[in-house]
């Protein structure tokens, strides 16, 4: 069973306001990832870490931004939260070049 | 990037029916997941078959990597086996590209 968590996992917020969802994994994994789904839809890639002090954008634009600080802390943030960023975010992680990548339960965000 | 097709996107089973999904991708891949998704969005890792084939109970699956597909068996299907199926393919330093998936309902 994997052990990475997200946190919160519903969100309800006003436009304008600063958000930050958590992602912590606890198997020592280098690489994290955070990936956006909307309604109905296929996963995209907007962020990826290889490890601390690593983070690039993914394939999907994405206004939000994330940090690596520790290895099992992966947190993203948006700076001034819009409705059409409604989505479910959610965090994985792995481990090595080509291993099984395991996800968090998901942050499902409503901005109104 | 690579592009994941699956296939079909839509499957109404009745119970106890078998089914195949299948996911095509367009180039060599490190390797190649199936997961389930919840009806909460919690993605459920079923297979990491890069190659071969699996068996987990009533779900198996195959991977040709050579020839770029892969197939995920349900066998006597139970209505808690609804929901989407999700095929992603690993490119580059283990980033996943995921097909659109295939929405199963199994109705009694």
């Known amino acids: 069973e994997a052990d990475i968590y997200q946190t919160p996992r519903y969100l309800v917020i006003g436009t304008g306001k600063k958000i930050t969802l958590e992602c912590s994994q606890t198997?020592?994994?280098?690489?994290m990832y955070w990936y956006q789904q909307d309604p109905g839809m296929e996963l995209h890639l907007i962020h990826y870490?290889?490890?601390?002090?690593?983070?690039e954008k993914g394939d999907l634009s994405s206004e939000s931004t994330v940090s690596r600080i520790r290895t099992e802390h992966f947190p993203l943030t948006l700076e001034s939260a819009r409705p059409s960023h409604t989505s479910q975010y959610l965090c994985?992680?792995?481990?090595?070049?080509?291993?099984?990548?395991?996800f968090g339960q998901g942050t499902r965000l409503t901005v109104v | 990037g690579i592009q994941v097709e699956q296939s079909p996107p839509d499957l109404i089973l009745q119970e106890g029916a078998n089914s195949t999904l299948r996911c095509n991708f367009s180039?060599?891949?490190?390797?190649l997941q199936w997961f389930h998704q919840n009806p909460w969005g919690q993605l459920i890792n079923l297979f990491y078959?890069?190659?071969g084939t699996k068996q987990n109970g009533r779900l198996s699956a195959t991977t040709v990597a050579t020839e770029r597909y892969s197939l995920l068996y349900i066998s006597s299907s139970q209505t808690t086996d609804s929901g989407v199926y999700f095929c992603?393919?690993?490119?580059?330093?283990?980033?996943?590209?995921f097909g659109k998936g295939n929405q199963v309902v199994v109705i009694p």
């Open positions: 180039d060599s891949v490190n390797n």
């Open positions: 870490s290889y490890g601390v002090n690593s983070t």
């Open positions: 994985a992680s792995s481990d090595g070049t080509a291993t099984e990548a395991f």
């Open positions: 198997m020592g994994h280098d690489k």
């Open positions: 078959i890069p190659s």
């Open positions: 992603a393919a690993s490119y580059g330093n283990n980033r996943l590209a």
